[in-house]
């Protein structure tokens, strides 16, 4: 089993809500990375953003997408896919940034319990994340 955390903040860096979600497949590394960015693209488009710019602590991922790297492996379908949900969005960007900034999403990917399926919160943030909120923020302001 798998999970991902997803963050979506606006401009100005509020959280407008959080999402851990469990899978029940198990995937090396790169392709929990991307396999975490397209949950996190399909979220954000059914909660109607339209200008958004991802962030991932997986730099050869983010790298990878930016130049639509061809291949035919799981990892290439996997950002053939990445690259097809960008057209659910006006604007749409890529941006790699250091674990250190990434704790909450990172911390979402472990909420227990172990249960498939996902828990999204819009406000009333988890105890255990809301000092890792003000603090991924800080770190990726500066």
Not at 1 to 18: F, P, Q, S
Not at 22 to 30: A, N, Q, T
Not at 82 to 87: L, Y
Request: net charge negative; charged share 25%; glycine share 6%.
């Amino acid at each position: 089993m798998i999970g991902v955390g997803v963050v979506a903040r606006d401009a100005e860096g509020k959280t407008l809500w959080c999402a851990s979600v469990k899978l029940g497949i198990k995937l090396e590394p790169k392709l929990t990375e991307s396999k975490a960015i397209l949950i996190g693209m399909e979220l954000a488009a059914e909660m109607g953003h339209d200008r958004v710019v991802f962030e991932s602590d997986c730099e050869p991922v983010v790298c990878a997408i930016k130049k639509k790297a061809p291949g035919c492996s799981s990892f290439h379908l996997l950002l053939d896919d990445i690259v097809v949900a960008t057209n659910r969005f006006s604007d749409c960007s890529w941006s790699w940034i250091h674990r250190d900034g990434n704790k909450v999403a990172h911390e979402l990917a472990h909420v227990p319990p172990l249960v498939l399926g996902r828990k999204i919160w819009y406000s009333d943030f988890p105890d255990f994340l809301c000092n890792l909120l003000n603090s991924d923020l800080q770190l990726n302001v500066n």
